[in-house]
T-cell receptor, first 115, second 112 residues
Framework: GAVVSQHPSRVICKSGTSVKIECRSL??????MFWYRQFPKQSLMLMAT?????????EQGVEKDKFLINHASLTLSTLTVTSAHPEDSSFYIC???????????FGAGTRLSVL | QQQVKQSPQSLIVQKGGISIINCAYE??????FPWYQQFPGKGPALLIA?????SEKKEGRFTISFNKSAKQFSLHIMDSQPGDSATYFC???????????FGKGTRLSVIA
């Protein structure tokens, strides 16, 4: 149990386009989801905290207008990278809080490459 | 700010040996301390976690030692195997739906 599905696993896009990443909790309801970004050979850095039905809370230095987060249901949160540029290329990982143990469960990540 | 300090940055261990990774935290409000294993191109996978009410937790070959007064915790991997070669992250958080703060990671290589 407590599976988090993240889609797509990999996306390549042209500079200036927008990309949407989905994060789903498959067998539990997640009132809170988190979005992390990980650059090569670095640690996970929190981008934002997403609570169902309310606006996301962004970490300092993360542009909320560039990284749009929507948490419209208890099982789905989406991250949209708007007008992506090469410097946005990274590994994006979501996690969902909940399940039987009330801990964070991580998705498999999305590799974004912006050309 | 760096609230969880992890060392070493990289570690090479012989097959069958013990791998030890250490972490120190600053925020005394933290009460949940998980360790994650991450393979290249994959998301982090929870290995084992501990809460401050115990000083040690063991699951198979993995053991967490926790020292509340020193604000330190460590991961021990017994009988290390080549398949354990991965990046390991310690993390900490306050219980509940609060975000995890991660250490910088340790790249473990287990050689035959």
């Amino acid at each position: 149990g407590a599976v988090v599905s993240q889609h797509p696993s990999r996306v390549i896009c042209k500079s200036g386009t927008s990309v949407k990443i989905e994060c789903r909790s498959l067998d539990f309801q997640a009132t809170t989801m988190f979005w992390y970004r990980q650059f090569p050979k670095q640690s996970l850095m929190l981008m934002a905290t997403s609570n169902e039905g309310s606006k996301a809370t962004y970490e300092q230095g993360v542009e909320k207008d560039k990284f749009l987060i929507n948490h419209a249901s208890l099982t789905l949160s989406t991250l949209t990278v708007t007008s992506a540029h090469p410097e946005d290329s990274s590994f994006y990982i979501c996690s969902a809080w909940g399940g039987a143990k009330n801990i964070q469960y991580f998705g498999a990540g999305t590799r974004l490459s912006v050309l | 700010q760096q609230q969880v300090k992890q060392s070493p940055q990289s570690l090479i261990v012989q097959k069958g040996g013990i791998s030890i990774i250490n972490c120190a935290y600053e925020n005394t409000a933290f009460d949940y301390f998980p360790w994650y294993q991450q393979f290249p191109g994959k998301g982090p996978a929870l290995l084992i976690a501990i809460r401050p009410d115990v000083s040690e937790k063991k699951e198979g070959r993995f053991t967490i030692s926790f020292n509340k007064s020193a604000k330190q915790f460590s991961l021990h991997i017994m009988d290390s195997q080549p398949g354990d070669s991965a990046t390991y992250f310690c993390a900490a958080s306050v219980s509940g739906n609060t975000p995890l703060v991660f250490g910088k990671g340790t790249r473990l290589s287990v050689i035959a």
